[in-house]
């Protein structure tokens, strides 16, 4: 088993740019791809990056990932921040078969 | 129109049972692996158990093993979540997601790596153990 870590919040004005990491406790990402889960206050969650850094037809280009394999770490960068950016954002993976979360970054736009 | 529509949910005693159905439309749910999420009350996304295809592979996240048991329902083109032995830890809001599990060759590491992700969710639905 594997844990992902992520910072518990982040907060930045609209229109820059914000990156939110994932860190995972073992060399995971080497073998499994990274996902990102948005999660609007209220709403069901929604994949907004795929196999590290592919979006999901609808999701706009201002969301990117990446992953960095020497360090075992995954980043979601959005860019040119709209209010409506504002949400949960989770990282996910595999342990086989199974899903793992990150403990979620609450983002705050203002 | 792809939807994914959770059942079930409710107000259950700690120790009862509950079923929860997560329902198809728009495709046929059988042609994909099937998870289950939750979310308790202010807390983070949890994945609770999937289910294969053809139902030959199952699992389950330790928390549940040996209390809940996800199956098939081909005819209703659903998955059910059959709750046993509820707690009040169980108590959040239960998401569906379909995905597809496999191999995906990556360009960068020249490699393949393992792809798994919820390409479509369910609204949840509420399960409530309490007293």
């Known amino acids: 088993n594997f844990m992902l870590t992520q910072p518990h919040s982040v907060s930045e004005s609209p229109g820059k740019t914000v990156t939110i990491s994932c860190t995972a406790s073992?060399?995971?990402?080497?073998?499994?791809?990274v996902q990102w889960v948005q999660q609007r206050p209220g709403s069901a969650p929604t994949t907004v990056i795929y196999?590290?850094?592919?979006?999901p037809s609808g999701v706009p280009d201002r969301f990117s990932g990446s992953i960095d394999s020497s360090s075992n770490s995954a980043s979601l960068t959005i860019s040119g921040l709209k209010t409506e950016d504002g949400a949960d954002y989770y990282c996910?993976?595999?342990?086989?078969?199974?899903?793992?979360f990150g403990g979620g970054t609450k983002l705050t736009v203002l | 129109e792809v939807q994914l529509v959770e059942s079930g949910g409710g107000l259950v005693q700690p120790g009862g049972s509950l079923r929860l159905s997560c329902a198809a439309s728009?495709?046929?749910?059988?042609?994909?692996?099937v998870s289950w999420v939750r979310q308790a009350p202010g807390k983070g996304l949890e994945w609770v158990a999937n289910i294969k295809q053809d139902g030959s592979e199952i699992y389950y996240a330790g928390s549940v093993r040996g209390r809940f048991i996800i199956s098939r329902d081909f005819a209703k083109n659903s998955v059910n979540l059959q709750m046993h032995s509820l707690r009040a830890e169980d108590t959040a809001v239960y998401y569906c997601?379909?995905?597809?599990?496999?191999?995906?060759?990556?360009?960068?590491?020249?490699?393949?790596?393992?792809?798994?992700?919820?390409?479509?969710w369910g609204q949840g639905t509420l399960v409530t153990v309490s007293s």
């Open positions: 073992s060399g995971s990402f080497a073998s499994n791809y």
């Open positions: 196999e590290d850094n592919q979006r």
């Open positions: 728009g495709f046929t749910l059988s042609s994909y692996w």
């Open positions: 996910q993976s595999s342990d086989g078969n199974t899903w793992v």
């Open positions: 997601a379909r995905h597809l599990n496999g191999d995906v060759y990556d360009y960068v590491s020249r490699s393949y790596r393992f792809s798994t992700w919820g390409d479509y």
